[in-house]
């Protein structure tokens, strides 16, 4: 039975709040020392594959204007708030994480300003692989082999992540002067 797009309380937008409901005890997980923490690595893979299966439910059941917003919103509270964590923890240098917020609080606030005049911006194809390699950076900087034997990995992953969100920026920039 499909959902009324008005709808709030979905099973979908149930699995999103939960996903930001659990990010602080992520980040509480993450340890002082920068060693890593196979614990935070677990949780941060649970909650990253939660985005995906609030994604097969909203698809599943109807998609909600609700969860059109929250959905984001909660990825941006989970990857910028491990990214600013281990930035705090100096895992993470702190140019290329500020670089990939104040791409997302811009996209938000357009997001936000586009959809008061109803008009949807779903994320595009590359925002997603963006959001990936972003989840893969946090993800290899909250491992212990990666933090101890292979900075590379995260630091690769970060750099990759910022190219594409200056990318998907840039995409979403042609778009609003297209409209």
Not at 95 to 119: C, N
Not at 167 to 175: G, H, I, K, N, V
């Amino acid at each position: 039975m499909a959902v009324d797009e008005t709808a709030i309380v979905t099973w979908a937008n149930m699995v999103t709040v939960t996903r930001v409901l659990a990010s602080p005890f992520l980040f509480a997980m993450i340890p002082d020392d920068g060693a890593g923490s196979w614990a935070a690595v677990v949780v941060w893979i649970v909650l990253c594959s939660s985005d995906g299966f609030d994604g097969y439910l909203a698809r599943r059941h109807g998609i909600t204007r609700s969860g059109a917003f929250l959905d984001p919103l909660a990825d941006k509270i989970l990857v910028l708030g491990a990214m600013f964590t281990l930035v705090s923890r100096d895992v993470l240098w702190i140019l290329p994480v500020v670089i990939i917020a104040a791409r997302e609080i811009i996209v938000s606030l357009y997001r936000v300003f586009v959809g008061s005049k109803g008009v949807s911006v779903p994320a595009s194809k590359l925002a997603k692989v963006k959001t990936v390699s972003q989840q893969l950076a946090v993800g290899f900087a909250l491992a212990p082999f990666a933090i101890s034997d292979a900075q590379w990995t995260y630091i690769t992953f970060l750099w990759i992540a910022v190219v594409l969100t200056l990318l998907s920026a840039a995409q979403y920039a042609w778009q609003a002067v297209k409209r």
